[in-house]
């Protein structure tokens, strides 16, 4: 089989084309990327595969690396909320204007199944004072954020373009990822490499958020399951996932635990206040995946947080280059967009 893969640079994606390489050694992987602050070539170095740098907003570059193509798997999206506060315009163009862009030459070469990678942030925010309510896919949308409000756009036209055009489709939404290749802009990147360098932890408000967090490969394998199974099974053509770990912390909960595997105390938190719109709780249903395909998280978060920050501590040559010049996205900035500052 030949698979196309966008946004196969970035974290989820490469940890995906890496993923699916040891399991299908014998399947063609292309990897379209255009390889922006959050996607990384050396990802993949020691990875076979054929790559083609590009926007896939870009009618000529997509199809040239959909040709032949039977499965399409696609990451690529501009995914920081903080930076779709501060420019909106992109995620909108890369987000909503690229996946319109590869869904049309899905279309027209007929591939066998477009498979859509998506997030619970489309969902909006639950309250922290209702434990038992959760995300799943029949839950409405209500999109918080620019970047949320532009992948629950793309999430629309996936649907849309299946509904219409009969486009063989799967999506899924999946809740907070973590683990190897993460950019250290993200929540828990950005904390481990700053204890790694001795400085403290920016967390926002009292750290009362809360996230589920999904270790990356627990939902590579989601992804596989669907792809597979829609493959060889008509029934899930069509059909939406919602992937999540199991695993709900808040944001301190999440501190305190990197804190005591560092063996430091809470004087190395850093308060700054909370972004724009900073969406309370988010939480998934995975009943239906795992009903219909079997699939549950394999990965306990307390084990692979560890082996996280591990890798973070090896991968210096990773991830120092990227923090160079790059600070954290200063809430005050984001503060004037409203005229409150």
């Known amino acids: 089989m030949k698979i196309l ?7 989820i994606g ?36 054929t790559f083609i740098q590009g926007d896939i907003c870009d009618p000529s570059i997509v ?73 799943n896919e029949s839950t409405n949308y209500s999109p918080n954020s620019p970047y949320s409000a532009s992948k629950a756009s793309s999430d629309h036209l996936v649907r849309a373009y299946h509904k219409t055009f009969g486009l063989p489709v799967t999506v899924t939404n999946t809740s907070n990822n973590y683990g190897p290749y993460q950019d250290p802009e993200k929540l828990i990147p950005r904390f481990v490499t700053n204890l790694i ?13 809360v996230r589920d967090w999904c270790y990356v490969e627990d939902h590579c394998r989601a992804i596989d399951l669907i792809i597979t199974g829609a493959l060889n099974d008509q029934r899930i053509i069509g059909e939406t996932f919602c992937v ?17 595997i560092f063996e430091k105390d809470s004087s190395w938190i850093e308060k700054i206040p909370h972004r724009l719109g900073h969406d309370e709780r988010y939480a998934i249903d995975s009943s239906k995946i795992k009903q219909m395909l079997g699939w549950e998280p394999e990965n306990k978060l307390e084990d692979r947080l560890s082996e996280t920050v591990k890798w973070y501590k090896e991968n210096g040559w990773w991830w120092k280059p990227l923090k160079e010049g790059r600070p954290l996205i200063d809430p005050d900035v984001q503060l004037k967009r409203t005229g409150k500052v």
């Open 5 to 11: 893969i966008t946004g196969g640079c970035g974290f």
């Open 14 to 49: 490469s940890n995906f084309v890496r993923y699916w390489r040891k399991k299908y050694p014998q399947d063609e992987i292309v990897v379209l990327d255009k390889l922006t602050y959050a996607g990384h070539k050396e990802n993949l170095s020691d990875i076979a595969h």
């Open 63 to 135: 199809a040239k690396a959909m040709q032949n193509a039977d499965t399409v798997v696609h990451f690529a999206a501009e995914s920081h909320v903080d930076r779709s506060i501060v420019g909106p315009g992109i995620f909108i163009q890369t987000n909503v204007i690229g996946t319109q862009v590869l869904l049309e030459e899905a279309l027209r070469q007929k591939v066998k199944l477009f498979h859509h990678v998506s997030t619970d942030e489309v969902f909006g925010s639950l309250p922290l004072d209702s434990p038992e309510l959760r995300f």
């Open 197 to 209: 360098e001795e400085k403290k932890v920016p967390l926002m408000g009292n750290g009362e958020n």
């Open 244 to 260: 999540g770990g199991n695993s709900e912390k808040s944001n301190l909960e999440i501190t305190n635990t990197l804190l005591k």
